[in-house]
Structures are given as structure tokens and as C-alpha cells.
């Protein structure tokens, strides 16, 4: 098992420009997570999703932010347009189906706005 | 809703010596706990779990849990830690109806030889 794949690992871009994270989460995995770290605030949820539907955004900071999961193997977090306060760790995670299901995290993307 | 706190930010500790790290948590309804570590420059892994049964939770790494209700409390416990230990924990709660994770602010676990 490949465990939960990020990319890139780096990034590093202006203000003002379009930032795409992507995931593949764990096959046969249902639930999906975006997590943003940082020094100031820690690990916060952006969004997740079950089965592909969008179940919690209230975590997504503005409207610059946005995540879909087009299928059960991918999915997406969109900053448009980036700012330097966006700059951070973004992890994806997955869990398989059931109550109290640990999440399994990727690497992280780690990313700089100048 | 629920809450993890961890109040320790930072504990340092000698190699060999045993260690605990403190979490507490808030939730109205029944809850599983998680505790996870952070190496640097890596995503999070899981070190165990409390979903429901026994109290004490045995994880990876020598790392052991206590699950106590009354004191709302699940603190992390190691008798002799290594200098491999050297990483970020973060407790966790999830519970009801949701998949939802919510994360501690984490301890920094310092250990010297």
C-alpha cells in the first residue's frame, strides 16, 4: 500500500497566483481530509468529504479556498489567488469506512507565498 | 462539540527516563480518542487508539495510553524513551455521528542524551 500520495511536496509561488494541492487518497478509503499546519494555529480542518460529497467546509478559511473530489481516488485544494498568510503545511488524509476509522496522513505539501 | 487540550507545549527528558504527556478532552457524546506523532518534515502517523473495551490502550513504539472517563483525561505514557522519540505528539477526538478529527495542539517531546 502506497499510503496517501501528495503533490508537490514543495511549492513555492507569488502573491496574487493560483496554487492546486493534489491527493490520492488510500483505495478503499471513503473519507477524505484536508489539513492546514502551522506554528500560529496548529493542525486545523479544512474540509472533508464522504464518498466524494463535500460534508464539513466550515474549516475553509475565505472564498479563495476551494476542494473537490472529482472520484473516490482524487482530489484537489485551490487557492485563487494566494497570499503570503496562506503559506503552510497542507496535509491530505483518508480513512476507511466506520465510526472511530484512524486517519492515514500523506506527506504534506509545504507551501510558500511570497 | 469537541475539544482536545494538551497542556504541555514542550517536555524535555532524559534518554532512559520514563515520560508522560498530558491530554484532556470535551465532548458530549462518546468519544474515540487517538494519539499521533510527527517526525519532521513528515505527515502524521498513528501511535494508537482508544475506540471503546479496556482502558489501557497499548500502541507502537513502546507508547501506552489510560482512557479515564471520569477525569476526561487520555495521557500518553512511555517508562524509558529514546532519543528516537524526538518528535511532535498530537492527541486527537472524534465521536457521534462524525468522521470529523480534532486535533490537540500538540507536545514537543525533547529527549537527551
Known amino acids: 500500500d502506497a499510503g496517501v500520495i501528495q503533490s508537490p511536496r514543495h511549492e513555492v509561488t507569488e502573491m496574487g497566483q493560483e496554487v492546486t494541492l493534489r491527493c490520492k487518497p488510500i483505495s478503499g478509503h471513503n473519507s477524505l481530509f484536508w489539513y492546514r499546519q502551522t506554528m500560529m494555529r496548529g493542525l486545523e480542518l479544512l474540509i472533508y468529504f464522504n464518498n466524494n460529497v463535500p460534508i464539513d467546509d466550515s474549516g475553509m478559511p475565505e472564498d479563495r479556498f476551494s476542494a473537490k473530489m472529482p472520484n473516490a481516488s482524487f482530489s484537489t485544494l485551490k487557492i485563487q489567488p494566494s497570499e503570503p498568510r496562506d503559506s503552510a503545511v497542507y496535509f491530505c488524509?483518508?480513512?476507511?469506512?466506520?465510526?472511530?476509522?484512524?486517519?492515514?496522513f500523506g506527506n504534506g505539501t509545504r507551501l510558500t507565498v511570497t | 462539540a469537541q475539544s482536545v487540550t494538551q497542556l504541555d507545549s514542550q517536555v524535555p527528558v532524559f534518554e532512559e527516563a520514563p515520560v508522560e504527556l498530558r491530554c484532556n478532552y470535551s465532548s458530549s457524546v462518546s468519544v474515540y480518542l487517538f494519539w499521533y506523532v510527527q517526525y519532521p518534515n513528515q505527515g502524521l502517523q498513528l501511535l494508537l487508539k482508544y475506540l471503546s473495551g479496556s482502558t489501557l490502550v497499548k500502541g507502537i513504539n513502546g507508547f501506552e495510553a489510560e482512557f479515564n472517563k471520569s477525569q476526561t483525561s487520555f495521557h500518553l505514557r512511555k517508562p524509558s524513551v529514546h532519543i528516537s522519540d524526538t518528535a511532535e505528539y498530537f492527541c486527537a477526538v472524534s465521536g457521534g455521528n462524525t468522521d470529523k478529527l480534532i486535533f490537540g495542539t500538540g507536545t514537543r517531546l525533547q529527549v537527551f542524551p
Open positions: 488524509a483518508s480513512s476507511s469506512p466506520g465510526n472511530g476509522s484512524p486517519l492515514h
